[in-house]
């Protein structure tokens, strides 16, 4: 906090007096510069401040009477031109989307198809590793499914509980 107060003896060499009773030197180096300001510098920055707020005040005010306008003189031609207008509108929305859908895709095959040609050339491309795990794993579950068939079968028995092992009775019934 810090002491605001008038300077004694009828000498007045300045209005106020600040005393900092903390180490907080921006403020109090803030608040000294406030008040060593000359004042003509402060009604400067406020004629400045009011003219160019004044000045935006008055662009919004046009603005807004231009838009009521312009809305009033376009109205009957929209509606007069609105069973032109409306499927013309969704005719051009539906071009639109359909090019940048088009494009859209269009990049994305060059993406994969240039992937795919790095991969097959042995560039090692991003990715690479992830399909090339996840392919060793597919291919290990599919000799382990192919093991289990060839082994039922043959009549086999894995032992898994609750699996169907064929074995006696018909295949009915019979579970480990």
């Known amino acids: 906090m810090t002491d605001i107060h008038t300077k004694d003896q009828g000498q007045q060499q300045s209005r106020w007096h ?36 004044g000045s935006l005040l008055v662009l919004a005010g046009l603005v807004l009477a231009g838009t009521v306008i312009a809305l009033t003189l376009a109205t009957p031609v929209l509606v ?30 060059a993406t994969v198809l240039a992937w795919m040609y790095r991969y097959v050339t042995g560039e090692h491309p991003t990715g690479a590793d992830t399909l090339d795990e996840a392919s060793h794993r597919l291919g290990a579950k599919a000799r382990d499914i192919k093991d289990r068939g060839e082994h039922a079968v043959r009549g086999g028995h894995y032992g898994t509980a609750g699996v169907h092992t064929g074995g006696p009775g018909g295949g009915v019934g019979t579970y480990v």
């Open 80 to 109: 007069i031109f609105s069973p032109v207008l409306v499927p013309a509108l969704i005719a051009v929305f539906l071009l639109v989307s359909g090019f940048l859908t088009s494009g859209g895709f269009g990049v994305a095959a």
């Open 18 to 53: 600040v005393e900092p009773h903390h180490q907080n030197q921006h403020w109090s180096t803030q608040s000294q510069r406030q008040w060593n300001e000359p004042r003509a510098h402060q009604v400067v920055k406020a004629a400045t401040a009011a003219a160019v707020g």
